[in-house]
């Protein structure tokens, strides 16, 4: 089981969030969970849920969009990433990834430092050389040598192409779709 959260500190102007612009909430935000889901699952999703939750920022309404949702992806073997995702915590943007497995869980936080925790029988521990000031300029650096690595390598390592992309927004369509019709959507 994995829980997703992305909660953004104060919501983007609401002609960002017009869901003919950037695909709303579940999109703008939601395809970077998506994607990382599938990724640590190494499988993808067969179906989602999805609820859109009260507005706080009333002028998203009028771009068909919200301000909180909740969406649960569904895996094969009884697999499920819960995905949270706000444009309004606003004490800061705080991104975490929880992964709860059989013999423990891992945590990944953003805030108030960059670090990640290892949970077991015998106590939590923060994983020695995890901390980061920045997470967001750290990720932004690790993606950029991961790119010059590729290049350099003439694609022989093993990352992410464009279909991972346009699968975390197929997804995202979908979430949107389950949110709005309350019925499950299969992937």
Not at 127 to 138: E, F, H, R, W
Not at 154 to 172: C, E, M, V
């Amino acid at each position: 089981m994995i829980r997703l959260s992305q909660w953004d500190a104060n919501s983007p102007p609401a002609s960002f969030c017009d869901v003919t612009v950037s695909g709303g909430l579940a999109i703008d935000c939601g395809v970077h969970e998506y994607d990382l889901a599938e990724w640590l699952f190494g499988s993808p999703a067969t179906a989602v849920r999805a609820w859109n939750l009260t507005l706080v920022e009333k002028s998203l309404a009028a771009v068909g969009d919200v301000d909180n949702l909740c969406a649960i992806l569904e895996f094969d073997n009884s697999r499920a990433a819960f995905v949270d995702l706000s444009r309004n915590s606003r004490y800061g943007d705080d991104v975490r990834t929880e992964i709860l497995g059989s013999d423990g869980a891992i945590y990944v936080d953003l805030l108030p430092t960059g670090r990640t925790r290892l949970a077991t029988k015998d106590g939590m521990v923060e994983v020695d050389g995890s901390q980061v000031a920045d997470a967001t300029a750290a990720g932004v650096e690790n993606q950029l040598n991961a790119f010059a690595a590729e290049v350099s390598s003439r694609g022989s390592t093993d990352l992410p192409d464009g279909y991972s992309s346009a699968r975390a927004t197929q997804i995202g369509h979908a979430v949107n779709l389950a949110a709005k019709t309350a019925d499950r959507i299969e992937v």
